[in-house]
């Protein structure tokens, strides 16, 4: 059997609950429903780093921000680095990149062809959202030359990527397309869907935890769906552009988002925070070992992907890459997966926490900075939520006296994966003051759920 393609399509600062696959009414994302669908739906998937440059950081080399160098913005990804580029390219691949990038350090625009990840193929620009708006897009070439392309934002991407994908080659490819969208622009500070997009959903449904929290959601939310819903026709062009080519059953398509997006409701910005709406994205595949594959319910991390992609093609999983590959799960091969996952904040905080299935647990360092420091030796309890009860995340029981076995059994946990993920063993203080709370107390079963 000949090796699959491999496409990744990377959207930034995208929601889970944008998906009508997540219960969104909207009718936003008819495309990326249907491959759930047919494909497989990792339902509960998430960054472990919700900012930009950290949570690509991951994604192209299977690594933990903090053991890349890595943890907040406009830091380069080091040149020893190996990346899903490197690994494909050794597969047999040709390799190309398209869109953000985010992983140099010599501006917003050119990256130098050493701070490339090994891509061949290259037509993007460091930060995006400074060297573009929705209906000016200017990225650069292999040369380092500009390029302004036609069109809205997300349609000019889609369209290099379809130009790509119709090149004539004798290898399979791996390409990665990176949107902006639904990202903020930055030079203004809001959410420009196409023409006549947002108009269609102002003043319509919003997420629970914006409609109890407001934010910016207001001001932002029926741009941010248009944006939404113009990527997910650019993912059905891209899939019938396939279909056309007569690609489709030999490309493996991954969807999947950087991070979240909480419109300031959790602090002055948008994500770099413990919640699920900084935390949570929507992630389908489709193609060679996923069409069929049905919904995982299993807590998958962004640094599962590129293992996963690797195993998926055939190629082998480097030992240090510090995720695992999900592919046993879809083949119902192998149930032994984590009941946890580990996730790092950096800039707006230096903190870490674990997210079971029911409960959220975060420890913040608040005597570190988060642009300065990676990491610290001591940490204190600041966050816990009990998902089952509050799944909106709006009622932090971390100082009730009830929850202190739930503390405890969670430490442990995340002290444990601290420790996996390269990270010294720090000191985890509990929290200021606990105060009594007229409630039940929280059973060791119910703490380890």
């Known amino acids: 059997m000949a090796a699959p393609n491999v496409i990744v399509f990377f959207t930034d600062q995208q929601r889970w609950d944008s998906t009508g696959a997540h219960g969104n009414p909207l009718d936003l994302t008819p495309n990326f ?84 990840g090994g891509y061949e193929y290259w037509l993007a620009s460091n930060a995006l959202e400074f060297t573009s708006d929705a209906y000016d897009t200017v990225m650069f070439d292999n040369e380092n030359r500009p390029v302004k392309l036609p069109g809205y934002r997300v349609d000019a991407l889609t369209d290099a990527a379809i130009r790509y994908i119709d090149s004539p080659r004798d290898q399979p490819y791996f390409l990665f ?72 059953d030999d490309t493996i398509l991954l969807f999947t988002s950087d991070h979240g997006n909480h419109f300031r409701t959790r602090n002055a910005e948008y994500k770099r925070s413990v919640h699920d709406s900084s935390l949570r994205v929507p992630t389908v595949l489709s193609g060679p070992g996923f069409d069929g594959g049905g919904q995982l319910s299993q807590l998958i991390s962004l640094i599962d992907l590129p293992p996963t992609l690797l195993d998926a093609a055939g190629l082998p999983v480097p030992e240090e890459m510090q995720g695992r590959s999900f592919l046993p799960l879809v083949q119902r091969q192998n149930g032994d997966w984590p009941d946890d996952m580990f996730f790092q904040v950096s800039e707006s905080c230096v903190a870490r926490g674990v997210r079971t299935q029911r409960w959220k647990y975060g420890v913040l360092a608040k005597d570190r900075d988060g642009n300065r420091d990676s990491a610290a030796d001591r940490y204190e309890e600041t966050w816990l939520y009990d998902l089952l009860a509050d799944p909106e ?57």
């Open 33 to 116: 429903d249907r491959v759930a669908r047919e494909g497989t739906h990792v339902s509960r998937s998430f960054t472990c780093q919700p900012v930009c440059g950290p949570a690509r950081s991951v994604l192209q080399t299977g690594r933990y921000a903090t053991e890349t160098g890595c943890f907040r913005n406009g830091i380069a990804l080091p040149q020893d680095a190996q990346t899903l580029a490197h690994h494909f390219r050794e597969g047999g691949y040709t390799t190309g990149y398209i869109g953000k990038w985010h992983l140099a350090d010599a501006g917003p625009g050119p990256v130098p062809v050493e701070q490339r």
């Open 177 to 248: 397309v990176s949107y902006i969208e639904p990202h903020h622009q930055n030079h203004r500070d809001d959410y420009p869907a196409p023409t006549g997009y947002e108009e269609r959903y102002r003043g319509r449904w919003a997420p629970p935890d914006l409609q109890a929290l407001g934010g910016s959601s207001w001001r932002h939310l029926a741009g941010y769906w248009g944006m939404v819903r113009r990527l997910d026709e650019a993912l059905g062009r891209l899939i019938d552009a396939l279909r056309s080519l007569g690609q489709l």
């Open 393 to 449: 995340e709006l009622h932090n029981v971390v100082d009730l006296e009830s929850h202190t076995e739930v503390r405890e059994v969670l430490r442990e946990r995340l002290l444990r994966r601290m420790v996996q993920a390269g990270e010294a063993l720090p000191e985890i203080l509990p929290p200021g003051m606990l105060r009594e709370a007229q409630q039940l107390k929280v059973s060791e079963a119910e703490a380890r759920s």
